[in-house]
């Protein structure tokens, strides 16, 4: 079983491209560093085969996470199962099989991000299988906020403990 560290806020830098961008990371010791992978409407997308390159320079204590969008599920199988990836996370519009699917397949840890625009996004937000779910304002990488206020207060929520 997974033991998570409710206590500690984690870390996570994203968007790295470039080799400086990792020795960055490695000095600053996140918890987690993300690359946006073949998605090329984001500035900041890297090919799979940039990622393979960037990961090898990385620090062993910092997990890398794979951010797509919509993408081939044998993609993000061959990065996670080839250890390029610690966790993957989807930020398009992957339903509940393409994470039923994904999950079955690895043991790494499985993030879907939600668009939250009103309390049902929130509630469907919850009822997701995946290991983690990330509640974002819009399609990802803008920087802006949604409303928090729709987030229901900690104790009202069944914190699932993940990978038991
Ligand atoms: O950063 C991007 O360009 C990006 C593109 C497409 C999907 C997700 C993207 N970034 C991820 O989105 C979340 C939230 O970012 P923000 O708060 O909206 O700036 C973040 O975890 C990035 O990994």
Redesign the pocket.
Known sequence: MTVENFNKTKI?I??LRRREDILAVNEAKPDYC?F?IE?PK???SVTADEVRELVNDLSPDIQPVG?F?NAPMELVKALMDEGTLAMA?L?GQENESYITELKAHTDKPVIK?FSIKTADDMENALQSPADYI?L?????????TFDWSLIPKFQDVEIRTVRQ
């Open positions: 996570k994203c968007g993300g946006i998605f984001s500035i900041r951010v969008v996370q930020h991000a990330l974002d304002q819009g399609s990802g990488g803008t920087g802006k």
